[in-house]
T-cell receptor, first 118, second 115 residues
């Protein structure tokens, strides 16, 4: 079963505007973590922001904020004041525990390709 | 602080040939991961190391893939023999356990093309 769903294969935004990238997740574990990564064409996965399931406030990191709605199991990424350099693939991921006990891995969605237009 | 280092960045081989990828994690990170990312998909875990011990290799195709992390620092992932379906980006990541978030930091990846 798919654990992370990103329903937007591609998104377009004008420079300096805000954009929201959607992410929904599925887990029965009360303790989990949600991550967003940016992957430019160079290939490296760049960590952007983290939200813990017990965090009381939505996470923010500079121009990035996470709209965490626990009851709806959504963790949308909001990028404010978009820049041309924001054009990239964006992946939502959830940390879960492995069946082998104790260890953990990230489960990724299929990503959203963001294009920022000048 | 240096990030995760991977080499080579690109590799083109013919099917049935062997290939190896190398990863050096962030200094002090005790946990190392190898992921495979197929075109148009998110990364999928192949193997996870805690220090020198492989604690999760359930997704590693053991008939042709092998990995090692001698001395608990750098790691090598090998494919022998390679198949056409192995064409993908192989990403290495590392994290420091016990920090609560245990954020994984990724290297630039190795793009493998099997002809």
């Amino acid at each position: 079963a798919q654990k992370i769903t990103q329903t937007q294969p591609g998104m377009f935004v004008q420079e300096k505007e805000a954009v929201t990238l959607d992410c929904t997740y599925d887990t029965s574990d009360p303790s989990y973590g949600l991550f967003w990564y940016k992957q430019p064409s160079s290939g490296e996965m760049i960590f952007l922001i983290y939200q813990g399931s017990y965090d009381q406030q939505n996470a923010t990191e500079g121009r990035y904020s996470l709209n965490f709605q626990k009851a709806r199991k959504s963790a949308n990424l909001v990028i404010s004041a978009s820049q041309l350099g924001d054009s990239a693939m964006y992946f939502c991921a959830m940390r879960e525990f492995s069946s082998q006990g104790g260890s953990e891995k990230l489960v990724f969605g299929k990503g959203t390709k963001l294009t920022v237009n000048p | 602080e240096a990030g995760v280092v991977q080499s080579p960045r690109y590799k083109i081989i013919e099917k049935k040939q062997p290939v190896a990828f190398w990863c050096n994690p962030i200094s002090g990170h005790n946990t190392l991961y190898w992921y495979r990312q197929n075109l148009g998909q998110g990364p999928e875990l192949l193997i996870r190391y805690e220090n020198e011990e492989a604690v999760d290799d359930s997704q590693l195709p053991k008939d042709r893939f092998s990995a090692e992390r001698l001395k608990g620092v750098d790691s090598t992932l090998k494919i022998q023999p390679a198949e056409l379906g192995d064409s993908a980006v192989y990403l290495c990541a590392s994290s420091l356990e016990g920090q609560g978030r245990e954020t994984q930091y990724f290297g630039p990846g190795t793009r493998l093309l099997v002809l």
